[in-house]
């Protein structure tokens, strides 16, 4: 029943979907437009259209037109949208039922944050259309989105017929409507994806992985256990999904079993193909077929008879039994080889990301050391040979708390002691502890007027040595792994090119095996031919269905489009696997059809680069969904805020296998990767490449500063200085340059400017999704005259930021007036904050650093036993809070293991920075990243004032380093609780 009222809610979300996607010829706008001056005049051609109006349509008013296309395909698109049921009644234009901006509007948008900025404009809009529509600023903000011109704009409004399916979800919406007819029931992996059912894994014989291209451990990982009813497998960029799905696609083949790769974006699938055939794979495995619209069928028709012919011709070279048993033992031979290989190059790429970390980290430290003079101090210890962890660990406790050196009755004995004895007390119980941990020689550092605050301080120093010791040791084990590695007598570059050849053999054996049954039954073969006529002439297969479970026998691959699969795979038709890439870029219902076609799915995304964007009203969504599934939760069901990819990671989520991340890193430099690595990917991405020595524009990641003048959405001196940038990057050898910009207007002109240079390739974002360059410049056009909307804009999509700047392999430079971007707030203010620090020191130093792998001592048991009874039951809910998160909280965390503070603190914040604690420690469990900090207020919190103070300060500390601090109180059940919940799930 959920299943079914899910399935209507999305349903009646396609249709208004498709409201907001019409397309006006221009015979048609001849009969719909209306003068905005002549409004008298809509309410007759609203009663003659009302008569004719169809049952699968309504009425929609729209404003402004936009131009599409030239000459006699010129199309009209109306920009904004709204309905008006009471129109006839009380004669008022502008009452709205509901509304929406065309979905050409939307289409460029690269995330949700400038998503929320259109639906700003909406509500203004709905507030009062006929103000909105007056006011020209309105227009122009959104077309700042797209790549369009006022000049394109035809200021008049329209009344037209809007259908409640559009052509690209067509299919869908049947889809949908079949299942709630109940001509079919929902498959289990549609069950499963929708209401968390999570099915068993699927049996098969377990095989050793094939590899058809070269792979890497996190890729085998997930191919080697694609089992699950649903899977996820995330990957950020240049960590390899294309590899990884091609050889995912040879490991189904090998198992006698079909697949489809399958995204709302042709041009991914396109890569797909383009591998097959780049690689020289199709030379050996041509199984596969590429199928998508009705006019791409009919001519691909043609080329699947030719490829019949030609795989009659190869099944005489089929290899003998003897043959394909040697090969498949060969390839387990090399496996076993790779996995030993891999072995020490997965220690190696651990290590080494270790030791650049704890480098860091180091740094950071000794800043901070230098920061409170404390270098002198620091030299002092290294003489005294002080690397003692113990020591460390006993003097953080003894900070703590203190009651180790004072006892439990400090205040009562200092009150029964005249002052001129206190003095002598506190020496002998400190010089009687330092004793106890073996360090008297540390007594001549201790300031008895604030013993704490001294022997904090000895133990930052005693911390840092203890680091720089364990990275020599680090750096020993690297030598010897590297040693090893030069000691097998083979590498995995040459493991994997002898592999990747036998395995296609393998492939095309089990291949060729399967399809010899068809392709020797005559029958079989003129139920194939019949399916290839429909296919030429229709462009669909129906008629022909039942031939379809032979042809796929045939052509085991199918790369399609997720909105036109229906009209590729029959009704009835069961494929063993269904691969979704970029399905961060797919809504959920536009999957629907591959799903009730699958026995298993496995979803390829990254929610960090582009997303699904729907034009749908926001209150619009939450009518629909409480309308259609009420008693349930919106939030992991929303068709406009949860891409396909959102879902399936919801779906897979309280399961322990079926979720994988590819995370070693090949395309970008570490300087252009890590900013992203850092602020998306929470550091899990590990740096393959190496940081090459930093010249001018040798390689690198660089900022451009430009003072110029915005005219709309055009920056000339920008452009000016991109011309330059460009003649410096060729004439050092660089041959493939792409040019970035969120702007049309500077996109038109960026592509005039360089029209004639082959080696340039200009557009906005989605341009190059999944494509990548030697140098990427970002031409952000934000100077004098740019409005707060633009600047915003940029600023918040930080997907266009992650997106662009992943593009680079070697070179990438920022453009702007840096004076406006650094005194910003958001992505792009913190990306010329790190290109700075990179100009200026060679390595980032961010000011959150993530020390907890380096400091244990936040593990032990020992510090819950620092918490009191409401801190205690604080901690057990949080533990529950998050149970099925990918978090982890600690208690009783260090401040200064949490924040790196890297400027002069006065004498008081210095003192509880470096001796007081966080009440609790939210980090990621994977990658082990500090995310925030929950404090617990009792009573005191409220009417004590020196713990008031502390709190003060603590905020201080937290604002300074943008770190997020959540203050639950005593009595609060509902709202701290509820904010944190909407943080942690944006980290989800």
């Given at each position: ?55 699968d ?46 979905q ?65 979800n ?13 001509k ?14 999570f ?51 040879a490991?189904?083949v ?5 697949c489809a790769?399958a ?38 028709s ?8 030609r ?110 004895k206190?003095?002598?007390?506190m ?46 040791q ?15 007598p ?36 003129r ?128 399961s ?69 940038i460009v ?10 340059i ?12 960026l ?52 997106v ?18 650094d ?62 998160m990918?978090?982890i ?29 966080m009440d ?69």
């Open positions: 029943m959920l299943t079914k009222n899910l399935l209507h809610y999305y349903l009646e979300c396609l249709k208004y979907e498709s409201y907001f996607s019409i397309e006006l010829k221009q015979n048609e706008l001849s009969l719909s437009q209306i003068n905005p001056e002549e409004l008298d005049k809509a309410l007759e051609y609203y009663e003659k259209i009302s008569k004719h109006l169809k049952d349509h309504t009425l929609m008013f729209g404003y402004p037109l936009l131009r599409k296309g030239q000459g006699e395909k010129t199309t009209y698109l109306p920009l904004f949208l709204w309905s008006n049921s009471t129109f006839l009644s009380d004669c008022n234009l502008f009452k709205v039922d509901h509304l929406g901006f065309h050409e509007l939307i289409k460029p948008i690269t995330d949700k944050s400038s998503i929320d900025t259109i639906h700003k404009l909406k509500e203004q809009f709905a507030a009062s259309p006929k103000s909105f529509l007056e006011d020209k600023q309105n227009l122009q903000k959104l077309l700042d989105y797209t790549e369009y011109d006022m000049n394109k704009i035809v200021p008049n409004y329209v009344i037209v017929q809007a259908a409640n399916k559009s052509a690209s067509y299919l869908i919406v049947n889809e949908i409507q079949a299942i709630l007819e109940g079919f029931q929902p498959s289990t992996v549609l069950n499963s994806f929708l209401t968390h059912s099915a068993l894994p699927h049996p098969y014989i377990q095989r050793a992985p094939l590899h058809i291209v070269p792979s890497n451990y996190p890729q085998n990982v997930a191919i080697s256990d694609i089992q699950n009813t649903v899977s996820i497998i995330k990957g950020p960029p240049g960590t390899g999904k294309t590899q990884t799905i091609i050889n995912l696609i490991n189904q090998d198992r006698q079993e079909t790769v995204s709302t974006n042709n041009q991914a699938v396109d890569n797909i193909a383009e591998k097959l055939e780049g690689a020289g794979i199709n030379r050996h495995f041509f199984g596969f077929v590429r199928l998508g619209n009705l006019s791409h069928n009919k001519k691909e043609f080329k699947i008879r030719n490829t019949i012919e795989m009659k011709e190869e099944i005489q070279a089929l290899l003998p039994d003897e043959t394909y048993i040697a090969y498949t033992m060969k390839s387990q031979t090399l496996l076993e080889r790779i996995n030993q290989a891999e072995g020490t190059e997965q220690q190696m790429i651990d290590m080494t990301n270790t030791i650049n970390h704890l480098q860091q980290l180091i740094g950071v430290l000794n800043d901070r050391l230098r920061l409170h003079h404390l270098t002198t101090m620091k030299k002092d210890f290294e003489e005294l040979s002080i690397s003692n962890e113990k020591i460390e660990q006993r003097l953080r406790e003894l900070v703590d708390e203190p009651s180790h050196l004072f006892g439990s009755d400090i205040f009562r004995k200092f009150r029964s002691f005249v002052a001129g206190i003095d002598a007390y020496k002998r119980r400190v010089k009687k502890y330092l004793r106890s941990i073996d360090a008297p020689h540390l007594w001549e550092y201790i300031d008895i007027t604030s013993p704490t605050h001294s022997l904090a301080l000895c133990e930052e120093i005693v911390k840092v040595i203890n680091l720089e010791h364990r990275l020599k680090y750096k020993v084990e690297l030598l010897q792994l590297q040693h090893q590695k030069k000691e097998q083979y590498n995995l570059q040459t493991l994997y090119k002898e592999k990747n050849g036998i395995d296609l053999i393998i492939i095309r054996s089990q291949w060729l095996r399967k399809a010899k049954t068809i392709l020797e039954d005559a029958k079989e073969m139920n194939i031919e019949n399916l290839l006529k429909e296919l030429n002439q229709d462009g669909r297969i129906r008629q022909t269905a039942s031939a379809f479970s032979s042809f796929v026998k045939l052509f085991p691959v199918l790369l399609v489009s997720s909105l036109s699969a229906r009209s590729c795979i029959p009704y009835g038709t069961s494929l063993d696997l269904v691969i979704i890439d970029e399905s961060s870029q797919c809504s959920i219902p536009s999957v629907f059809s591959l799903l009730q076609s699958a026995r298993r799915a496995c979803f390829f995304g990254d929610i960090h680069q582009l997303s699904h964007i729907v034009s749908l009203e926001d209150r619009l969504s939450k009518t629909l969904f409480n309308n259609y599934a009420s008693g349930i939760e919106l939030t992991p069901y929303c068709f406009r805020n949860v891409s396909a990819f959102e879902r399936a990671e919801q779906a897979c989520q309280h322990e296998y079926g979720k994988y991340l590819l995370n070693y890193h090949y395309r970008c430099i570490p300087s252009i990767a890590s900013f992203s690595n850092n602020n998306f990917y929470r550091g899990r991405l590990r740096m393959i490449r190496q940081e090459p020595e930093r010249r001018p524009y040798h390689t690198g990641i660089f900022s451009k500063n430009v003072y110029g003048t915005v005219y709309g959405t055009y920056n000339p001196q920008e452009l000016n200085e991109i011309k330059s003649a410096e990057l060729e004439s050092n050898g660089v041959t493939q792409g040019i970035v910009t969120p702007f049309a207007a500077q996109k038109k002109k592509i005039q400017a360089f029209r004639n240079n082959s080696n340039i390739k200009v557009g906005t974002v989605h341009t190059f999704q999944g494509g990548e360059c030697q140098a990427i410049i970002f031409s952000t056009v934000i100077s004098n005259g740019s409005t707060p909307f633009q600047i915003d804009f940029v600023q918040n999509s930080y997907r266009l930021i992650n662009a700047l992943t593009r680079a392999l070697d070179y990438f430079i920022l453009v702007g007036d840096l004076s406006k971007i005194n910003g707030q958001g992505y792009l203010t913190k990306l010329s904050h790190y290109i700075y620090t990179i100009e200026a020191s060679n390595f980032h130093r961010p000011a959150i650093e993530l020390s907890i792998e380096f400091n244990q001592i936040i593990q032990q048991e020992s510090r819950k036993a620092l918490m009191h009874q409401g801190e205690r039951m604080i901690f057990n809910k949080l533990q529950i809070f998050l149970g099925g990918p978090l909280v600690f208690p009783k965390v260090p401040i200064k293991d949490v924040l790196s503070i890297n400027f002069e603190l006065d004498n008081t914040l210095k003192l509880y920075y470096f001796t007081s604690h609790f420690v939210i980090y990621e469990r994977e990658s082990l990243q500090p995310l925030c900090s929950i404090e617990y207020d009792g009573d005191f919190h409220r009417r004590d004032a020196k713990t008031i103070e502390n709190d003060a300060k603590k905020d201080r500390l937290c604002r300074y380093t943008e770190f997020q601090l959540f203050r639950i109180a005593s009595n609060d059940e509902t709202e701290g609780w509820e904010k944190l919940k909407t943080y942690l799930n944006s980290f989800a």
